[in-house]
């Protein structure tokens, strides 16, 4: 029974795994070059290599810090949107078209414009992720306050409670569950749009260190970059399931399994 | 619990309502009701859906306003008294996020634990006072809703069938625990019901609206605690049934509900 747990454990890992080792086998037999595809164990050497140079963590913090501070203010101007314009029908009136404009304006399109404004230092990195995490939390935001049910809220003034509590009791967990939705979403963009930001213009960063790595036909760096990204991506999912679980454990759905539960 | 009447001229809110008139747009809900309710009387209001009985219970409530007509506590208006009115819904309508016993202490100030525990003893549901709602059965949620209602303790209780969605069991021990409380507390009460025999057997006077008037007021003077089944309760319940069903039923009119959610604010 306890063999037959480990099993099921393991089963998911199984296929990445093959994966993995058939990918080392061909390139060590020689049957796919080095210049389309590095050896696993080239790029794990790379990854020793950067982080014993201590190189990696400056890059790992500068782009960590874009992300970051653009992910702040982006998201802090979204959810400030969106109370205002979920909150008050004028708000809504005044303000919710124009955002739904901009919305559509894919905002990489932005980017020539972003560096005639900016330049190419680290004010239109951070404006452009800042500007692809807005979005998602305005919208998730706006629709998670209109979405809450208003027969809680019609009990809720029932019972006294008006403006600020009412918001804060009622309205803002209501809301929640919607708006880290919108968080996920946004953290998802943050780093695509980080990525790209920084393979265009930058002269630090993980994607500097892919850019310069591909002048210096290095792809084993290439694909080292390639892995960093997608393990900060799943670290910030992380970090949002983590949310989840914290702001939303009255919700059925995200209730932790009780330990020999069936 | 003896059977001597509690003090219940303090407690309960006598309750007057003269000439009160709800339309909605060309529609009319209630016309011309008249109603007085001494302190402390249980009153349950039966007729058909969409007879206006709901719309009643609102307009108490204070969440709708009446076209015309006036509602008074004792000679005051009802809507000076509204912290004293409480009102359950059809739904237990609990905070998910908060914790049952933040639930029942929703809206209070200070130091209120104590008496939300106590007010969770009364229902029964002391032991669950730190899980989530999420964890309990309809009948429990109601219970919940009740002791939220009771903590302010309240000089007029409206319940807007807040026994519907239960099952026949949990109705009945439901059923029990009001009165009981009632009888101990004295506020009065106002119960909405679809369930004829639900009315006569816990209420000391049925009232059935027919077509937004009153078409009949009915005095239940039987001795509590009641037997249920007993024929005289039978018997009463046939006068009511038949009363109702002597009437054509007009098809139901969708009820009018709460403000859609694009129209609800939180900045209104």
Known sequence: MNSQRILHRLAPWALPILL?????????????????????????????????????WTHLAISGWRAGLGFVIGGGIGLALGFITGLSTWGERLLDSSVQMIRNVPHLALIP??????????????????????????????????NVDPALVEMARSYGLSGFSLFRQVILPGALPSILVGVRFALGFMWLTLIVAETISASSGIGYLAMNAREFLQTDVVVLAIVLYAVLGKLADLAARGLERVWLRWHPAYQVQKGGAA | MTAQQPPRLLRGIPLAVRKLRKAFGAREVLREI??????????????????????????????????????????????????????????????????????VGLGLKGNWRPQALEALEAVGLAERADEWPAALSGGQKQRVALAR???????????????????????????????????????????????????????DRVILIEDGEIGLDLHVELPRPRVRGSHRLAALETEVLNRVLSLPGTPPEPEPVSPLPTQLRWAQ
Request: net charge negative.
């Open chain 1, 20 to 56: 993995l080792a058939v990918w080392q086998l061909s390139v060590s037999a020689g049957w796919l070059s080095t210049r389309i595809l590095p050896a696993p164990s080239a790029v794990i050497a790379a990854g020793v290599h950067l982080v014993s140079s201590g190189e990696i």
């Open chain 1, 113 to 146: 414009l972003v560096i005639l404004w900016f330049g190419i230092d680290e004010t239109a990195k951070i404006f452009l992720v800042a500007l692809g995490t807005l979005f998602p939390i305005y919208l998730n935001t706006y629709h998670g306050i209109r």
């Open chain 2, 34 to 103: 008249d109603l007085h309710i001494p302190a402390g009387q249980f009153v349950a209001v039966v007729g058909r859906s969409g007879c206006g009985k709901s719309t009643l219970l609102r307009l108490l409530a204070g969440l709708d306003s009446a076209s015309s007509g006036e509602l008074l506590a004792g000679s005051a208006p009802l809507s000076e008294a509204l912290e004293d009115t409480r009102l359950m819904f059809q739904e237990a309508r609990l905070l998910p996020w908060k914790k049952i016993i933040d639930n």
């Open chain 2, 149 to 203: 209602a009771l903590i302010h303790q309240p000089r007029l209780l409206l319940l807007d069938e807040p026994l519907g969605a239960l099952d026949a069991l949990t109705r009945i021990e439901m059923q029990q625990l009001i009165e009981n409380l009632w009888r101990k507390h004295g506020f009065s009460v106002l119960l909405v019901t679809h369930d004829v025999s639900e009315a006569v057997a816990i209420a």
